[in-house]
């Protein structure tokens, strides 16, 4: 891959992104990590491990087998809160009331 490749396909990733962000849903979120592990790896190389665990992250406790999420449950999975997944925005200093 180019370096000319490699950023439009990375502006590419993000532009997605961004149309993910305005209508969240949970095969998009599949197909923008996929997407986006594609990238990384005719960037860098497989890091099959390292993705595996940052995969696992935030994963439900309770998974959803043998039929569709209800549109919370999908909501809840993606992590959207009015726009914003957890830990995005400003955070405080310590010290600092909230």
Known sequence: MTRDE???ST??????????QQDPSL???QTWLQLSDDLLVAA???MDRYHLAW?????????????PMTPDEE???VGEERGMAP????????????
């Not at 502006?11 to 993910?20: F, H, I, S, Y």
């Not at 995969?55 to 039929?67: F, H, N, S, T």
């Not at 830990?87 to 909230?98: A, D, V, Y």
């Open 6 to 8: 490699l950023i439009a």
């Open 11 to 20: 502006r590419q990733l993000v532009a997605e992104g961004d149309r993910l």
């Open 27 to 29: 095969r998009g979120l």
């Open 44 to 46: 860098w190389g497989s």
């Open 55 to 67: 995969l696992m992250v935030g994963k439900p406790k309770q998974i959803v087998r043998g039929r």
């Open 75 to 77: 909501s809840a999975y």
């Open 87 to 98: 830990g995005q925005g400003m955070g405080t200093l310590p010290g600092e009331r909230e």
